[in-house]
């Protein structure tokens, strides 16, 4: 389990430092694009939609920063409909499912790529094959395949109700 805890760990932080650079190369390429057409007149060709992809890669990799932290969005109507004691079997079964539904998706998600890459599809603006930047799609979904496969093995390693969260960390640091 501690070995699944520091994989897990890992992830998250290689994530994190992926989803940063993705939003600082989205967020520096505006800047340039709008400072450049301040001063020139025109602004930086295919900026947009660098932009765009870089917020691709951001949002799908927030997938897994959500997760790892227990703050992705889940319905919680139903927490109390069941008895405590089979809180255990519960949370190993919606794992699974989760796991199961992150497999689904990023088997579907090769697919597509394949598809694209098989077609050689290319960024009109960019001159330049789209389908790596599709594979972050499958990617992002075969690591939530692999982290909700590990809470459902070890559930003491999913984070909990992280509703009140933000008071606790804000108490920490």
């Given at each position: 389990m501690e070995n699944a805890k520091d994989f897990l760990?890992?992830?998250?932080?290689?994530?994190k430092a992926v989803a940063v650079f993705a939003f600082s190369v989205m967020t520096l390429v505006i800047i340039a694009?709008?400072?450049?057409r301040k001063l020139v007149g025109v602004g930086i060709a295919g900026?947009?939609?660098?932009?765009v992809y870089a917020m691709i890669v951001t949002a799908?990799?927030?997938f897994g920063l959500a997760s790892h932290k227990g703050r992705h969005l889940r319905p919680k109507f139903a927490d109390n409909f069941l008895p405590k004691l089979w809180e255990f079997q519960i949370i190993s079964l919606q794992e699974s499912l989760h796991a199961l539904f992150c497999l689904v998706f990023a088997v579907v998600a090769v697919g597509v790529v394949y598809e694209t890459y098989l077609l050689e599809e290319t960024s009109r603006m960019l001159?330049?094959?789209i389908w790596p930047m599709q594979s972050v799609i499958p990617l992002a979904f075969f690591v939530g395949f692999v982290r909700h496969g590990l809470y459902a093995l070890y559930p003491e390693l999913r984070p909990g109700d992280n509703s009140d969260m933000a008071t606790k960390?804000?108490?920490?640091?």
């Open positions: 760990d890992k992830v998250y932080r290689f994530e694009d709008v400072i450049i900026a947009m939609r660098i932009a799908l990799i927030s001159r330049i094959v960390e804000g108490l920490k640091e």
